[in-house]
Nanobody, 124 residues
Framework: QVDLMESGGGLAQAGDSLRLSCTAS????????MAWFRQAPGKEREFVAA????????THAYSVRDRFTISRDNVKTLMYLQMDRLKPEDTAVYYC?????????????????WGQGTQVTVSS
């Protein structure tokens, strides 16, 4: 079991930066691959970025590839999403996700554990 909690969302203007954080409970942080997803009003949840359990493997959605960066600190048991040059279309609830894996460098698109989400609103 992994309990996830996101923080760092809020209001921003186009062009601003925000950093989201996700903390995971338990002593198995080094055993989980993690990811960020987002869901905008009236739309389906979409993949944003994923990171392997070691932090070596990273994947970003094409729509955010040049602006967002996923990272993690396995000592602090935190995962981050650095969001730069924000756009109004980035407005969404952002979710942290996790799954137990056995490999160090793989990234995934399906996850078993989810946080409650944090709202990011970007105005033009």
């Amino acid at each position: 079991q992994v309990d996830l909690m996101e923080s760092g969302g809020g209001l921003a203007q186009a062009g601003d930066s925000l950093r989201l954080s996700c903390t995971a409970s338990g002593r198995a942080f080094n055993s989980i691959a993690m990811a960020w997803f987002r869901q905008a009003p009236g739309k389906e949840r979409e993949f944003v970025a994923a990171i392997s359990r070691s932090g070596e493997g990273k994947t970003h959605a094409y729509s955010v590839r040049d602006r967002f960066t996923i990272s993690r600190d396995n000592v602090k048991t935190l995962m981050y999403l650095q969001m730069d040059r924000l756009k109004p279309e980035d407005t969404a609830v952002y979710y942290c996700a996790a799954r137990f894996v056995s490999d160090n460098s793989g990234t995934y698109y399906s996850y078993d554990y989810w946080g409650q989400g944090t709202q990011v609103t970007v105005s033009s």
